[in-house]
T-cell receptor, first 113, second 108 residues
């Protein structure tokens, strides 16, 4: 198993551009989440999904959209990038509601100029 | 509001010098406290989950303990390969909150 994979690893955008961060997992996990990690702050939840077709907002959802059309994929869309969205983004998955182990991807480092 | 505070922010140890990292929390209805290890440029890696005060878990040189207000990650006789950032997170009724982490450096 590849686990949780994220692409790209690095990305530079200009203010106002849009893009999609990709996340995929091959473990048939029900739960998937997106976090951002900023210096001096803990990981903050952006959006999460408890299964295909179901998504919900986390702590910092503004400026981001998600969809979950398949169990494997959970892309994060930046609608109109802003410098405040410069961060490292992590995707994570959990097998099911009875599991407490969260598996993280390697991250995407995004810079918005 | 749920909060998680980790201390110290950074810790430098000599190889073999045991110490503890602290995670203080306030949460409505604790459902679990988690410890993760994060190496530079990588995603967090799960270490432990603790569910109730008094619970302890061990893995190699690491031991996690939990009280009603805080958790400790004890590192016994650390080695340079234990150098990493250690993250604490709490799952409450509403959401999961992460601390900012403790950056541990173990010198040979």
């Amino acid at each position: 198993n590849a686990g949780v994979t994220q692409t790209p690893k690095f990305q530079v955008l200009k203010t106002g551009q849009s893009m999609t961060l990709q996340c995929a997992q091959d473990m048939n996990h029900e739960y998937m989440s997106w976090y951002r990690q900023d210096p001096g702050m803990g990981l903050r939840l952006i959006h999460y999904s408890v299964g295909a077709g179901i998504t919900d907002q986390g702590e910092v959802p503004n400026g981001y959209n998600v969809s979950r059309s398949t169990t494997e994929d959970f892309p994060l869309r930046l609608l109109s990038a802003a410098p405040s969205q410069t961060s490292v983004y992590f995707c994570a998955s959990i097998p099911d509601r009875d599991s407490d182990t969260q598996y993280f991807g390697p991250g995407t480092r995004l810079t918005v100029l | 509001e749920d909060q998680v505070t980790q201390s110290p922010e950074a810790l430098r140890l000599q190889e073999g010098e045991s110490s503890s990292l602290n995670c203080s929390y306030t949460v409505s209805g604790l459902r679990g406290l988690f410890w993760y290890r994060q190496d530079p440029g990588k995603g967090p890696e799960f270490l432990f989950t603790l569910y109730s005060a008094g619970e302890e878990k061990e893995k190699e040189r690491l031991k996690a303990t939990l009280t009603k207000k805080e958790s400790f990650l004890h590192i016994t006789a650390p080695k340079p390969e234990d150098s990493a950032t250690y993250l604490c997170a709490v799952q409450g009724v509403n959401d999961m909150r992460f601390g900012a982490g403790t950056r541990l450096t173990v010198k040979p």
